[in-house]
């Protein structure tokens, strides 16, 4: 390349850089085209972002519709195969799955019970003429708590009627359409509760299970009649039995919830044959393996039974008690087996639900009596003076009119009249015991602790030449327990009693409560119970003045400590029993002491000594058994009686 060509490409290079700065914008025009960029690529931006959040929500909204579209069909899959699956389970019935919860109340003069025609049931069973403790409706019966369900095969499925709605209908035209009946007197209701099978989605109106209810104006007993009509064809071949659960929650309704909790169980009746029940301290359960002739849940005061007149074929029975539930005593079940009889389908029994009340149970002919703890088991005797002695007296006063405490002052005073000769004979051994004691006082001195069998052969021959019987005076006792714990009985178990009022006592069923301490003593309890410390404290004046007669106080220190110690115990365990329990043993003290100030009187104990030392004169008698028998032991132990020249 020469000179010349690299001087031109110079100046051309000077030129472009002379013109690129001539051209070239000012500062400001720099800053203008700057801001003008900077807009222009921020709408570009913004309009970008706006397409982006666009597409985004596009694609969300998409995918949630996709999504919904996917969970209602798997919804719509599993209701599908769960509404399969209960019509799989429930066979021809399942067309009685769906149905709008229906209650229809009944009222006679007695009770009010509402039925549910989910599942048929007696949904609520409330006794009108009584309250609880604390003034509230009286409630045998209610709600979810209690079950009453048939289970049986049909087509090879088993059936629970729980969960079925059943069709009701009042039998009678006159209350076709009600949803309440109320019936006094004479006057019966029938409510029928249907419940229908299937044939392709239709009921067929002659063929059905049946739950027929009839209820009394005046009755505390209803019928029920367990019918199935035109299903020969549904109900499983070879079926001889209809299985029934029936489970009820016992509600609190007394004061003391330790004395009702003891009071409840389940009784039950063997076909023709004795009553027995569960375990009222626990909870317990029992095989039922034979025919059955009912079954009650028993409460302190109130009962319901469920009776078959031709007998069930066997049941389970249980009870469980609830310590920590404070409205719920116990839980009892029943699972039963009605006879199922393919030329007799139907199956007639009837529930009772009431008053544990002797008359009032009596009059079935049933032996519901027997719930009431009379003392019916051995000894026997305990049942049979309170059922012929004690409850016809308590009713004849009852119906007077009188109020209760009189009636038990009554009562007392007409027991007291009874046993006076007994108490006689009794006085009369103790006046002779006592005017001997010197005698024996002096036996016991001649003769020393380690010879007791010939003191003993000593005292004994004393008492023969005496004419004294040492066991005159325990028999009258003996004689007079069977009715102290009958009465032991009775009192606890009347509801005659409930919720009267008498004195202090507000209800002479349960205890009399003067203060309540706020505390709980062992043993004792939180209240003070007026009418049992009244009887504590007339029983030790009772224990001293009889030590006092039977001149006892020198003799056995450990049995007279004893004496003493039974009344406080007695204190602890009567604190929390029926008031009428205590004030009529404190009456009994009372009128005691009374018949020994009477007899006391009447008797010359200088006579009764006199008396006795005329028959010591008389020639010995032959040996009594009791005493040959004295002599033979002594002899087996070595020690001989010197015979007589």
């Given at each position: 390349m020469n000179k010349n060509t690299i001087f031109g490409l110079l100046i051309i290079a000077a030129i472009l850089i002379v013109f690129s700065i001539i051209n070239s914008p000012s500062k400001e025009e720099q800053q203008k085209m700057q801001h003008k960029q900077d807009s222009i690529a921020r709408i570009e931006k913004e309009k970008l972002e706006k397409e982006t959040i666009k597409v985004a929500a596009t694609d969300t909204t998409e995918q949630k519709k996709d999504s919904i579209t996917l969970v209602n069909k798997d919804k719509l899959k599993s209701d599908s195969a769960a509404v399969s699956q209960k019509n799989d389970a429930f066979g021809m019935f399942a067309g009685s799955l769906n149905g709008t919860k229906k209650f229809i109340t009944i009222e006679n003069e007695v009770s009010k019970f509402r039925f549910s025609n989910l599942g048929g049931r007696i949904y609520y069973a409330q006794l009108k003429k009584y309250r609880t403790?604390?003034?509230?409706?009286?409630?045998?019966?209610?709600?979810?708590?209690?079950?009453?369900?048939?289970?049986?095969?049909?087509?090879?499925?088993?059936?629970?009627?729980?969960?079925?709605?059943?069709?009701?209908?009042?039998?009678?035209?006159?209350?076709?359409?009600?949803?309440?009946?109320?019936?006094?007197?004479?006057?019966?209701?029938?409510?029928?509760?249907?419940?229908?099978?299937?044939?392709?989605?239709?009921?067929?109106?002659?063929?059905?299970?049946?739950?027929?209810?009839?209820?009394?104006?005046?009755?505390?007993?209803?019928?029920?009649?367990?019918?199935?009509?035109?299903?020969?064809?549904?109900?499983?071949?070879?079926?001889?039995?209809?299985?029934?659960?029936?489970?009820?929650?016992?509600?609190?309704?007394?004061?003391?919830?330790?004395?009702?909790?003891?009071?409840?169980?389940?009784?039950?009746?063997?076909?023709?044959?004795?009553?027995?029940?569960?375990?009222?301290t626990k909870s317990d359960d029992k095989d039922l393996t034979t025919k059955v002739s009912w079954i009650g849940f028993k409460q302190q005061f109130f009962t319901s039974v469920l009776i078959a007149d031709r007998g069930f074929n066997n049941a389970k029975i249980s009870t469980i008690q609830n310590d920590t539930v404070k409205k719920d005593l116990k839980t009892c079940y029943a699972q039963i087996m009605v006879p199922f009889d393919v030329n007799n389908k139907s199956f007639p029994m009837r529930m009772y639900f009431g008053p544990n009340h002797y008359k009032t149970l009596r009059k079935y002919d049933l032996d519901l009596e027997r719930q009431i703890p009379l003392g019916w088991s051995s000894p026997y005797i305990l049942g049979w003076i309170n059922r012929f002695a004690v409850i016809p007296v308590f009713n004849w006063l009852e119906s007077t009119g009188m109020n209760y405490g009189i009636i038990i002052l009554i009562l007392t005073i007409l027991l007291k009249i009874v046993l006076f000769p007994i108490a006689y004979k009794t006085y009369l051994s103790s006046a002779k015991m006592r005017v001997l004691k010197p005698e024996i006082d002096e036996i016991n001195k001649k003769i020393p602790k380690e010879?007791?069998?010939?003191?003993?052969?000593?005292?004994?021959?004393?008492?023969?030449?005496?004419?004294?019987?040492?066991?005159?005076?325990?028999?009258?006792?003996?004689?007079?327990?069977?009715?102290?714990?009958?009465?032991?009985?009775?009192?606890?178990?009347?509801?005659?009693?409930?919720?009267?009022?008498?004195?202090?006592?507000?209800?002479?069923?349960?205890?009399?409560?003067?203060?309540?301490?706020?505390?709980?003593?062992?043993?004792?309890?939180?209240?003070?119970?007026?009418?049992?410390?009244?009887?504590?404290?007339?029983?030790?004046?009772?224990?001293?003045?009889n030590n006092q007669l039977m001149g006892s106080q020198q003799q056995m220190p450990g049995m007279k400590f004893m004496m003493y110690a039974m009344p406080v115990m007695f204190l602890g365990f009567f604190n929390n029993f029926a008031a009428g329990l205590s004030y009529y043993y404190f009456l009994a003290n009372m009128f005691t002491f009374l018949q020994m100030w009477v007899i006391r009187r009447n008797v010359n104990e200088e006579a009764i000594h006199q008396k006795i030392q005329e028959n010591r004169k008389r020639p010995e008698k032959k040996k009594s058994g009791f005493q040959k028998r004295l002599e033979d032991m002594a002899k087996q132990r070595g020690y001989n009686p010197p015979k007589k020249k």
């Open positions: 403790f604390d003034s509230l409706p009286l409630i045998l019966m209610d709600g979810d708590s209690s079950l009453f369900k048939l289970v049986f095969f049909a087509k090879g499925r088993q059936i629970n009627t729980n969960n079925l709605y059943f069709t009701p209908a009042f039998v009678e035209s006159r209350n076709a359409g009600k949803d309440s009946v109320s019936i006094k007197g004479t006057d019966s209701v029938r409510l029928s509760m249907r419940l229908y099978p299937d044939t392709l989605g239709n009921q067929q109106k002659n063929k059905y299970i049946e739950l027929l209810y009839t209820i009394y104006g005046n009755d505390n007993m209803m019928k029920l009649h367990l019918n199935f009509v035109g299903l020969d064809e549904i109900m499983s071949e070879n079926l001889n039995g209809i299985g029934l659960e029936w489970k009820m929650n016992l509600r609190k309704q007394e004061k003391s919830i330790k004395n009702e909790r003891n009071g409840s169980t389940i009784y039950y009746k063997y076909y023709d044959d004795e009553v027995s029940y569960l375990s009222e010879k007791a069998m010939e003191r003993q052969q000593a005292t004994m021959a004393l008492y023969k030449k005496a004419g004294v019987n040492p066991l005159a005076g325990c028999i009258p006792m003996l004689l007079q327990m069977p009715i102290l714990i009958a009465l032991y009985r009775f009192f606890p178990a009347s509801i005659e009693l409930r919720q009267q009022h008498f004195l202090w006592a507000t209800d002479l069923s349960t205890y009399d409560s003067i203060y309540n301490l706020g505390f709980t003593i062992p043993f004792y309890g939180d209240h003070i119970s007026l009418f049992t410390l009244l009887m504590t404290v007339s029983t030790i004046f009772y224990t001293k003045l």
